[in-house]
């Protein structure tokens, strides 16, 4: 699954936010960048569609979006990190563990640990 630009601004303000509102969403995404109240709408829209985002409405005025992790979403951040990986190669799982964000210290060394049998796997049978 292809996600623009405009989408993953709109996906990352939505997970730094947590359940938030389309005007809270809008604000978030032009702290980055010049764009429409209505682009950032049509763009949820589109990540609910790709089943990237949920809705919850409270009322008729007050509907509120969320990160949806779920298959959807692993697909997509798979797809995502496997197209960096076939470009950048090994520097890019490096510079993804030099830099993990704010990854749990305890994810970041199983991450490690992967890489380190990956890497003995490949020395092996290589």
């Known amino acids: 699954m292809e996600l623009g630009e405009l989408e993953l601004a709109v996906l990352r303000a939505v997970r730094n936010l947590g359940p938030a509102t389309s005007g809270a ?7 980055d960048r010049d764009v429409a109240y209505t682009s950032v709408t049509t763009t949820l829209y589109r990540l609910v569609d790709k089943d990237l985002i949920s809705v919850r409405k409270k009322s008729e005025k007050k509907v509120y979006y969320r990160v949806k992790e779920g298959r959807a979403y692993r697909n997509a951040m798979s797809s995502m990190i ?12 490096s510079y993804l563990l030099a830099n993990p964000g704010s990854l749990p210290e305890q994810q970041l060394a199983s991450l490690r640990t992967q890489v380190e049998k990956r890497r003995s796997k490949e020395t092996r049978d290589g």
């Open 25 to 31: 969403i809008y604000e978030e995404v032009r702290k």
């Open 82 to 93: 496997d197209r960096v990986v076939d470009t950048f190669g090994g520097a890019a799982v």
